[in-house]
């Protein structure tokens, strides 16, 4: 029986799995501050990585980046009520300006007290929305289309890393249009940046396709996501693209003159995905022994650890790891120039290589004096870590061959990555279930949920979807989405026997 | 005489032309939130220029970016005192966490009150030390390097934008070391980083040296800059690198053991710049029509404007401009591919030609349907926009010619606009001045400042350096900084008589 790396595993507490592969990996830790992580580098250049692959997608999609303010005044939020609303209020709140001492302790200065409480942003519709009402004025101004990488903040009661946090990254895309044809091709455009994006970067395969009523974004008269498959089966809502209709351009007057001559309001939308992917990778790809990133937002692709011995060799073991670095550096795999690092840090090689096997960089190569007299060079790869046996599967390869094979070696792995978890969300995805019964007895199997169910139904509204949610709900299940590329109904609504319209999956979900 | 493009000169007023410049540039704009700007594209795609080339000599230099905290609880300022004091408090500070509706009027939540006030970052040193003490154990563990891209928040009284905003972007270096010689170097190498980066990408003479006892960072044993002379000869301190002893370590408790087994303080680093350095471009390379961004960090370097009539040959000058546009951005300029954009907005060529002078994209290229005839385009250098008659400088080369010289014209404009600046740097220090009486003279020429005065000085401390900071600060002088090329000191202090030990610049300054 092979011996993981880590000291749980997915089938035993999948909870716990998660957050040892974070700790493990170096990934982030709790902060000290409520509900507010640290994001430490192997995290955090997973989060570059993937903001740097997405918005080059955002940009040449025709979308300029702009910063908009963190604070924003408490009496933009009143302009929009169902907006507030549906944000349940939660929010960091500055109400003073100053700190000062009293008895050699700091407290708030009661005198420093703000005419307005500022409300640290928890999205920046309102605040976007009233500088779209300063720059538009006639049909020429539009489309406006600006994205924002940016920290926002929601009091999240209970928080999990990367997956629930107080403050978190992200990107929010803000665009308004003439038409509402225009904007509605803008919200359907930009789910399926994120759902390429989603599959080709970080071999996450996502269901795309429409919330129900009851789960749009406050205030959006339409939210599309893309919807992920962990390992224990739950669904990751891992983006969203919102069509705004006129809702904020009602309360924010964004208002221009169109070719006729006459006044409408603009079309707007919103789109944004977060860190929260970091840990939706976390969960498809990892396994028993760590994370494994996906070669294109892997901080390093492959990681050459030289066995130092404190002997004289090992000047020429470090030597022969620099040059093998810098001919893999040459390289270009899956469009960009390999990221090949040398790991020499002061350490014993076996704990450095089983630390790159927890962190999951997707090629680890070693090499010792043996293998620099014989021109060679030991590589695991972290997708395929063990031999049939529960061996470490570790090659010992010509380095030259190593460099010959090693671009498409990562084409592999990312290809491999994609293939297993589209395989896994295929067979996680029950279909053919029309009774409600059948739903029942399908998550009543405990622990480790058996995927997602995909129902017909009549999309019920107003206080018939109530009664659907609050069904669902009893079994600690919603619906995810209305899938895209769904066939068409052809069945009776699972919930009211009515004659269905449309496809959705239910699952339970973080 | 020369019309130009901004309603107000240099010469007329600085402070009225450096807001103009910002506003016709589109660069940013108040937002309606006190103290704090909307960064609209233009200005924020010079930020994110300045980003990209900057954290690639941050990651070159063995830095690694990680995420820390928004928001620090107020007790982690109480443990550094002269940190806290050096602040002077004036902090945004977040006391509750909800919102609720009262008679349809949203309001601070008074039951929401959290337990212990949160301080929404000034700087990070407190709560990156806290993430140190946990993650340092033993010198192995040493050093560590990190760096942090993210906004800070300090609440100004007046502002002033890119220049001095109560919420502003940087980054911050933080460093732990096992030694004082180790920490101080690294302190060093920061500065030479910021230096070079400086001169390099911004195309930004700078005088690197330490800042006198009483302009240093709270807490910090040495502070060194970076400053810029701006084009009312005011200096701008565009970046600072503090090395900080064991004031943080000792206030965080960040101990290591030794090689020998002993217990030591760690020696620690942090150094920052930040949106302010947009400023710094903005004042050094403007001119009466606008601003000229050096071609590194321009979000565009060649922009193609097609003279479009409403006209049937509207479609063959656009393919016209689209296949220049492929064919430069094949080009390789300033080691990175030529960025390339075709203006095709329905707005008067005029009008979009005048747009991207006050913008200052390097090179501004016109084509229109003779041009496409005679396989022509229209040049315009940014930084030599009119022929000594006062005409615009526009030259109809064959396209091909232009493709062929437009990285090396990029690559001059670059290098022209450094050695301008340098040039008007190097004129604008005045030296060998020997009596005070010299500076009072030097300084009371009115609105536009001559330029910095570098005299000897005793490098006095306490009550002494509190006397000519105080004789200073009546001129409204500061000390920038010891310039660390300056010459020995061979006179005497200026402000005392006693025996120089070493030169200083003083000068106004942002």
């Not at 009143?78 to 549906?86: L, P, Q, S, T």
């Not at 904020?248 to 707007?268: C, K, M, P, V, Y």
């Not at 994609?418 to 009774?435: K, Y």
Request: proline letters at 5%.
């Amino acid at each position: 029986m092979i011996k993981h790396a880590l000291p749980v595993t997915r089938a035993q507490d999948f909870a716990r799995w998660y957050q040892t592969v974070i700790a493990e990996a170096d990934m982030a830790e709790e902060s000290g501050v409520r509900g507010c992580m640290v994001i430490r580098p192997w995290g955090y250049g997973i989060w570059e990585r993937i903001q740097r692959l997405l918005d080059d997608r955002i940009k040449a999609t025709g979308h300029e980046n702009c910063y908009f303010p963190l604070f924003i005044p408490l009496s933009y939020f009143e302009k929009e009520a169902e907006h507030v609303e549906g944000f349940a209020k939660e929010m960091a709140v500055v109400t003073h300006h100053r700190l000062k001492s009293v008895d050699g302790k700091l407290v708030v200065d009661p005198d420093a007290k703000l005419e307005e409480p500022l409300v640290v942003r928890p999205t920046s519709e309102t605040v976007i929305g009233a500088a779209f009402s300063r720059w538009i004025q006639s049909w020429r101004d539009l489309p406006v289309l600006i994205n924002q990488w940016a920290n926002v903040v929601r009091w999240e009661m209970r928080t999990r890393m990367f997956l629930r946090t107080s403050e978190f990254l992200w990107q929010e895309g803000h665009t308004a249009h003439a038409t509402e044809a225009e904007a509605r091709e803008e919200t359907l455009k930009m789910l399926e940046v994120y759902r390429a994006f989603a599959e080709d970067c970080l071999a996450l395969p996502v269901v795309a396709g429409e919330k129900p009523e009851n789960e749009r974004f406050p205030g959006a008269v339409a939210t599309y996501s893309i919807e992920a498959m962990m390992q224990d089966g739950k669904a990751l809502q891992a983006g969203t693209s919102h069509f705004l209709g006129t809702t904020f351009s009602a309360a924010q007057n964004i208002r221009f003159q169109n070719a006729d001559g006459g006044h409408e309001l603009a079309q707007t939308t919103s789109w944004g995905v977060s860190t929260r992917m970091v840990g939706g990778v976390i969960m498809v790809h990892g396994d028993d022994d760590g994370l494994r990133v996906p070669p294109m937002i892997a901080p390093w692709q492959i990681v050459i650890v030289p066995m130092l011995r404190d002997a004289p060799e090992d000047a020429e073991v470090l030597a022969y790891a620099k040059a093998l670095q810098a001919d893999l550096a040459k390289l270009s795999a899956l469009g960009e120039p390999v990221r090949a690092l040398v790991d020499a840090k002061s350490a014993k090689a076996q704990v450095k290589r089983w630390g790159w096997v927890k962190k999951g960089a997707p090629i680890i190569v070693e090499v010792g004096a043996r293998d620099v007299a014989g021109g060679n060079a030991a590589v695991i790869r972290r997708d395929r870590l063990y031999q049939e046996s529960g061996k470490l599967a570790s090659a010992i390869v010509p380095r030259d061959e190593l460099v010959a094979e090693a671009a498409a070696m990562l084409e592999d792995i990312q290809t491999s990555l994609h293939a297993d978890a589209r395989a896994r969300l295929e067979a996680g995805i029950r279909r053919g279930v029309t009774e409600f019964a059948q739903i029942e007895a399908h998550f009543a199997e405990g622990e480790r949920y058996p995927g997602w169910v995909e129902v017909e139904w009549a999309k019920p509204t107003g206080a018939e979807l109530d009664a659907v949610v609050e069904r669902l709900k009893k079994l600690k299940l919603t619906v995810r989405n209305v899938p895209g590329d769904a066939a068409a109904a052809d069945g009776v609504c699972i919930f009211t026997g009515a004659p269905a319209v449309e496809r959705i999956l239910v699952a339970r979900a973080y």
